[in-house]
């Protein structure tokens, strides 16, 4: 009986193994016209996000910023902060991705990358959620205005470290 469960072993690994087509000569992976394609497209997109969100911070900081109540300048603030880091990060990373084909910089640096790429995916989001909760909140509560400030003060900077602690598994 034991030399009938040894030889019933070894014939299921002999019919378990798969069989893998025969090696042929590897391919490295090329720049494709559609990967050209993704970096003008997102070259293009590049120009418009650093242009537009750099002129609205500007604004926000110096000029027509003055007209926002107080405690709207900090949220248009911080998403245009957070959009400028989707724009300086992952445009730029997908450019060279799409350039490249394949990742030379290393374990320790595609890390650190991973993470800025999801954190500023993540606080993107997270403060449009806060400009939405400010929002419902000013039209069901219209007189609570005078603790707004301090009310988005503390969900930005949730929204920030809750980015973080979100992106820091990468």
Excluded at 61 to 87: K, V
Excluded at 107 to 121: E, P, Q, S, T, W
Excluded at 125 to 149: E, K, Q, T, Y
């Amino acid at each position: 009986a034991r030399m009938r469960r040894v030889m019933s072993f070894n014939t299921s690994l002999m019919y378990n193994t798969s069989h893998l087509p025969p090696l042929t000569e590897w391919i490295a992976p090329t720049f494709t016209p559609a990967a050209q394609g993704r970096v003008v497209a997102t070259m293009v997109l590049f120009l418009f996000a650093a242009v537009s969100n750099l002129a609205l911070l500007v604004s926000v900081w110096r000029g027509r910023g003055r007209q926002l109540a107080s405690h709207l300048r900090p949220l248009i603030m911080s998403l245009a902060s957070a959009d400028l880091m989707m724009t300086f990060i992952v445009m730029p990373l997908d450019m060279v991705w799409n350039v490249m084909v394949q990742w030379y910089a290393g374990d320790v640096l595609c890390k650190l990358l991973c993470f800025l790429k999801l954190f500023a995916m993540q606080t993107s989001a997270f403060i449009l959620v806060v400009i939405s909760l400010d929002r419902h909140h000013a039209i069901l509560h219209p007189l609570d205005s005078l603790i707004a400030h301090h009310r988005n003060r503390k969900m930005l900077v949730i929204a920030w470290s809750l980015s973080a602690l979100i992106a820091s598994p990468q």
